[in-house]
């Protein structure tokens, strides 16, 4: 899923790569895809339906720069379905799991001990306690 060498990362209907600009990534989209955007000063934010990749499901929101209108960085995280995350669910036990899960997952992926930096950007996986989530964070320079 996650290219090592070029930063491309593959889901099964999608793929992305380093600096892709917001309107390439639309045309790679199916419709209905984006649950939600919303726009700042600085950046567009996507929220995508979970995207599957092989057996495993994963929540995903983009980041593009206002700017020039390309990706800067990704939230992933491993989902149990397809199904929109919801906070009527949610609990924080569950979400050191989903933190345990993406730790796994990042490590079968990607083979290395962390940090994950690479010549193309550099991938962390997160609990963050403020937002109530946890995820892997993969930025590009």
């Not at 990362?9 to 600009?21: E, H, R, W």
Request: glycine fraction near 4%; charged fraction near 25%; aromatic fraction near 14%.
């Amino acid at each position: 899923m996650i290219n090592k060498l070029d930063g491309k990362i593959a889901f099964d209907s999608f793929s992305l790569t380093p600096n892709i600009t917001l309107q390439a990534f639309k045309s790679l989209l199916k419709s209905n895809q984006i649950v939600s955007q919303e726009e700042n000063e600085m950046a567009i934010n996507i929220y995508l339906l979970p995207q599957k990749c092989g057996d495993k499901y994963f929540s995903i929101r983009l980041y593009f720069s206002q700017k020039n209108k390309v990706l800067t960085h990704l939230l992933i995280s491993l989902q149990k379905d397809a199904s929109i995350p919801s906070w009527t669910s949610w609990s924080e036990k569950d979400q050191f799991e989903v933190k345990k899960a993406n730790d796994s997952w990042l490590s079968e992926e990607i083979g290395d001990i962390p940090p994950y930096k690479f010549s193309w950007g550099e991938i962390t996986s997160v609990y963050n306690q403020r937002e109530g989530s946890s995820y892997i964070a993969i930025k590009y320079y």
